[in-house]
């Protein structure tokens, strides 16, 4: 897992921008969120727990007009409890709100609403069954999670998308047991899992799910297996040497140079000698007569002076 950073320049790229977005989670926000605006699925969007945009700027590239896009995180605010306090200092003391805006912006013209401050603010400041796509990665603590999928529950249209982060790492066992309650007595209807993500819907996972194995089995770099557990059917996915999906470079990002061209005014190339070049076989024939033996060097001078 990578460690935390400052950035130390504008970014150029996506992947300059600090932060744990793995190349098979990219491929998967962006066929979720592309199926769904070719099945005409229109909703907001929502990430819990930001960070410093790496996956916020992407899920920006696929803001509909008319759509609203809103992110949530502490910053440098005040934890709403002491195990909050510990945890942010701990693991994203580097994170300010402006750090994150500057990354936005070197990749987008306008900011998503912005609400700075614990997930808890969100149900009051997001419009219930009004996203299609809700994305959570906020503290790891059992209580807050919990509440986080209790709120992209009532937050969600009947067929959307939510995304846990770090349900499975070791370090995190709170969101595991989140996760799993919400699918055994929550409703919770998983579709897939990437290394450290749970894709689920409170809708039908069944249409969604075979559309994910046809393209998943159609590609080379992608393992797949289904496994059945407590009712639920689970597509497991995991990376091949996947290539990341192309994203846009930053505002930052400097094109690469062109050959220059020549100038008019450029002296011409010196005019090449009328001499004959030196046939190199003939070169390398005499070079090698006279690296042979005495005795044959001069049977091979004779034989040449008699056809002379």
């Keep these: 897992m990578a460690t935390i950073q400052e950035a130390t320049r504008p970014p150029h790229r996506l992947d300059d921008v600090p932060g744990w977005f793995p190349v098979l989670d990219q491929l998967l926000f962006d066929w979720f969120l592309n199926r769904q605006e070719g099945g005409g699925t229109h909703g907001d969007l ?95 603590l059992y209580e807050h999670v919990h509440g986080d999928i209790g709120a992209a529950h009532d937050l969600l249209l009947p067929d959307g998308i939510v995304v846990l982060d770090d349900f499975r790492s070791e370090h995190t066992p709170g969101v595991s047991i989140a996760t799993w309650e919400a699918v055994l007595n929550r409703g919770l209807h998983p579709i897939c899992l990437s290394t450290q993500k749970l894709y689920g819907t409170w809708g039908d996972p069944e249409p969604v799910q075979e559309a994910l194995l046809a393209m998943a089995r159609e590609r080379s770099d992608c393992h797949v297996s289904v496994q059945e557990a407590a009712g639920h059917r689970i597509v497991r996915l995991k990376s091949k040497g996947m290539a990341a999906p192309a994203f846009p470079p930053s505002k930052h990002a400097v094109p690469a140079e062109a050959p220059a061209a020549v100038s008019a005014s450029a002296p011409a190339p010196a005019a090449r000698s009328a001499r004959p070049a030196p046939r190199r076989g003939s070169q390398v024939r005499r070079v090698a007569v006279d690296l042979l033996p005495p005795v044959v060097t001069r049977a091979i001078r004779r034989a040449r002076a008699a056809r002379s």
């Design 46 to 140: 929502l990430e819990v727990g930001v960070y410093m945009g790496k996956s916020a700027i992407f899920i920006g590239r696929h803001q509909q007009p008319g759509e609203k896009y809103t992110v949530c995180d502490l910053f440098e605010g005040d934890a709403p409890d002491d195990a909050n306090r510990a945890e942010s200092t701990k693991s994203y003391s580097a994170l300010t709100r402006r750090v994150f805006e500057d990354n936005y912006r070197s990749f987008h013209d306008e900011l998503p609403r912005v609400l700075q401050g614990p997930s808890s603010v969100v149900p009051d400041e997001v419009e219930a069954r009004s996203c299609r796509f809700v994305h959570i990665d906020a503290s790891h």
